[in-house]
């Protein structure tokens, strides 16, 4: 049975529309009552932890209550967090700018942030560089960050726009290698790499390919990108592609490119980057790293995330990123 405390927070908060939304398009596949599913979804929320989302897209519908047990849910995965992560210290991960200060060294770009800085040193950071990007201190999933081009810039008005809309960090942008630009060349497409550290040991628990779409800039799901999950034993993507509203791609739709069975390019080289990372701040031991690859210096930090999704880099049919998997790293 999950938590107590967390079940009552979320009857709370609950979206019920979208329980009964869910409940809906599952009677389309399995052809039951839509009560009837609704009924089953709000039971496993009660006992596993799970939400609409974490029973539709796991398929909990079709499992065994086993198979259920082993779904890393979003309350199991709240709990982990609660148990693996000093919140006095998360602030590294919570704050952009202090995450860049504390991993500069695994970052292997230029960064500023313009919180305290006049415009004369902004103007300094600029000169030299055909393009920026930037980034609110304090946001995830993608929110608020942009390209610049310093051609089609005025640099006075730019530091006031940024300045006004609190995108207070300014980093280097990064050239990604050939093989990952195959993905979506608009977007810098990162590995995911979830770490679990247990005393001075570092596992990899989880693994995941985001990529971006059309024209855009970033590769989360919340602007219309894809995800894979990865076989983190071999470094190769062994699901299609998918969409935050699960709709599955063998080919990426822009550039075609063959999407399960893709070979994440330098991926020892990542798992030691984060392994090493992982062990920077050691009271947070439970931690989502976005890891890009780059043309010049191979993989490097894009950001890391205290509080790891379970829902794009869990495949319960292989038995990756699952709540057992998670409890193996730590006892």
């Not at 009857?11 to 039951?32: E, L, P, Q, V």
């Not at 029973?55 to 979003?74: D, G, K, P, Q, W």
């Not at 602007?223 to 299609?240: C, F, K, N, P, Y």
Request: proline residues 4%; charged residues 25%; aromatic residues 10%.
């Amino acid at each position: 049975m999950t938590n107590p405390t967390f079940l009552l927070k979320r009857m709370k908060s609950t979206n019920y529309r979208g329980f009964i939304d869910s409940a809906k398009r599952i009677s389309k596949i399995n052809h039951r009552p839509w009560p009837v599913n609704l009924a089953d979804c709000l039971l496993c929320t009660a006992k596993y932890g799970s939400g609409h989302v974490d029973y539709e897209t796991f398929e909990m519908y079709n499992m065994t209550a086993a198979e259920r047990a082993n779904v890393l849910t979003i309350g199991k995965n709240s709990e982990l967090v609660k148990r693996l992560n000093d919140p006095t210290k998360t602030f590294y991960f919570d704050d952009k700018a202090a995450f860049d200060e504390r991993f500069n060294q695994y970052l292997k770009r230029d960064w500023f942030c313009l919180k305290g800085h006049s415009y004369e040193e902004f103007a300094q950071f600029l000169q030299g560089r055909e393009k920026i990007i930037a980034k609110p201190l304090d946001q995830s999933c993608g929110r608020g960050v942009d390209v610049y081009y310093m051609a089609e810039q005025e640099p006075k008005a730019l530091y006031d726009r940024l300045m006004a809309e609190k995108a207070y960090l300014i980093e280097e942008v990064v050239t990604q290698c050939d093989a990952m630009a195959a993905l979506c060349p608009s977007s810098v497409n990162t590995v995911r790499l979830v770490t679990i550290l247990n005393g001075d040991d570092v596992s990899i628990v989880a693994g995941f390919v985001r990529m971006g779409r059309g024209d855009s800039v970033v590769d989360n799901f919340n602007h219309g990108g894809l995800s894979a999950i990865a076989d983190t034993s071999r470094g190769v993507l062994v699901t299609e592609g998918f969409d935050k509203y699960r709709n599955s791609f063998s080919n990426h739709p822009d550039t075609g490119t063959a999407i399960k069975g893709f070979r994440i390019p330098m991926w020892e080289e990542s798992k030691a980057l984060v392994t090493e990372a992982a062990r920077v701040v050691p009271e947070v031991r439970y931690v989502g790293w976005d890891v890009a690859i780059s043309r010049d210096s191979g993989p490097l930090l894009i950001e890391g995330n205290n509080f790891p999704g379970q829902d794009a880099g869990q495949y319960p049919k292989l038995n990756l990123g699952t709540y057992s998997v998670m409890l193996s790293a730590i006892q």
